[in-house]
């Protein structure tokens, strides 16, 4: 028995239909367009003889009951960002739901283990700031007295949000009880980048998902008049901030180098006091943002960059103090399961590409819980996504529903083989 590629595809346009407008994907989580979504997605679900509900935190699930109660779960996400895109998280979704009536077909009703997908809520936090509400509420890391102070642009709490939605906040940790059977986790996703894309390869095989170090770094000198104040006389901290821009590229350089696998670090801000024409820079901060895959490299990035600011901030007579803003270590995922996802995608005839995630996914959080996980991408085209223009050919569409239907077949019988069912 096989899937309905097609369907898929035919399902991902339906979705746009009904909840895109001119400017993109209007499914922000918790909004009445994400509601209408998910109306239309359990009415999907609602053809398959299995069992529905939605969990505390507003995770929507399908079981399909299998012979043993051990569980392969299949995740993705339905929300999308304000001018989205049409397959950021639907992909992962509506294939799961092909492969479940694969499954229910070929099974009866009741394949060898129970297998089970999940929509998850608000995996962008497009609207309160937060990613990965549902997914992070299930795996007990999310942070509930962070979550009960988050506000929308408008001052609307997330939790009077979740009331409107039927949510209730002090229940959400309840959700946990969702993963007791887990054995296994897969997701598909599209990449989102361009590296599939560079490379010619439909399909990839993820590693796992890049550790983050984020960080404040102030560079304090003094303001002088730009005028009065000899060039060698100065404290410019702005001269100091400045050299950490090429300075980062060296330190990734060092750290994996220009590879495809390799670290990434980003200054995205530089804010200057007293940020005036005719002052010297007194203050300017800058903000850093560095990733890897590994967890040991990522800490050498770290110090490099803290090593490299200290000596600038020597050189230009200025001091330098660092704050961090939030972290979190690399996510690996599972080798068997890594293997399997390579096996999957070679069997429809591709090349398959071992690469890490850049952005976290549902994945990460599951992952980071202790169940053997892995995530399938398949190449984005312009390499770019939350935007409207986010778009993959509909050839590499079919493909990727097929080689995760197999993945899904093939973990089905890992749990089993490993004795986890
Ligand atoms: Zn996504």
Aim: net charge negative.
């Amino acid at each position: 028995m096989k899937t309905n590629p097609q369907r898929t595809i035919a399902e991902l346009k339906e979705l746009r239909e009904l909840t895109a407008d001119e400017n993109g994907a209007q499914r922000v989580a918790f909004t009445s367009t994400w509601a209408k979504a998910r109306a239309w997605l359990r009415r999907k679900f609602e053809e398959l003889p299995a069992e529905i509900h939605t969990d505390e935190a507003g995770n929507l699930w399908i079981t399909l009951r299998g012979e043993s109660e051990k569980a392969l779960l299949i995740g993705g996400h339905i929300d999308s960002v304000p001018n989205g895109g049409w397959l950021d998280g639907s992909l992962d979704t509506l294939a799961g739901l092909e492969i479940l009536r694969r499954l229910n077909a070929q099974y009866n009703g009741k394949p060898p283990v129970t297998v089970r997908l999940v929509d998850w809520a608000d995996e962008e936090g497009a609207r309160f700031g937060k990613s990965l509400f549902g997914s992070s509420a299930c795996s007990g890391h999310l942070d509930l007295e962070e979550a009960r102070a988050l506000k929308d642009k408008d001052g609307i709490t997330l939790l009077a949000a979740l009331e409107q939605n039927g949510i209730d906040f002090e229940k959400v940790p309840e959700c946990r009880k969702e993963l007791a059977n887990a054995a296994a986790y897969l997701e598909l996703h599209i990449e989102q980048g361009p590296v599939l894309l560079d490379l010619d390869r439909p399909l990839g095989t993820v590693l796992g998902t890049f550790g983050v170090e984020r960080h404040a770094i102030t560079f304090h000198g003094q303001g002088a008049h730009a005028g009065a104040t000899p060039m060698n006389k100065r404290k410019d901290a702005f001269l100091a901030a400045a050299k950490m821009s090429p300075e980062i590229y060296r330190i990734t350089d060092r750290n994996g180098g220009p590879s495809r696998t390799g670290g990434v670090c980003t200054i995205g801000s530089c804010t200057t006091k007293p940020g005036i024409v005719t002052s010297v820079v007194e203050e300017c901060r800058l903000t850093l943002d560095q990733r890897h895959l590994d967890a040991a490299a990522l800490a050498r990035m770290l110090i490099e960059a803290k090593a490299a600011s200290e000596r600038f901030a020597r050189e230009g007579n200025v001091t330098v103090s660092w704050d961090r803003i939030w972290q979190i270590e690399p996510i690996l995922f599972h080798a068997d399961l890594i293997a399997l996802c390579d096996e999957a995608i070679s069997e429809t005839g591709a090349i398959p590409h071992r690469l890490p995630s850049g952005p976290l996914h549902d994945a990460s959080e599951i992952a980071r819980f202790g169940i053997p996980t892995v995530m399938m991408f398949v190449q984005s085209l312009h390499g770019i996504s939350h935007n409207k223009i986010e778009d993959t050919k509909e050839e590499h569409l079919e493909s990727a529903v097929t080689a995760f239907d197999k993945l899904a077949e093939k973990a089905m019988k890992w749990i089993i083989d490993n004795g986890v069912a």
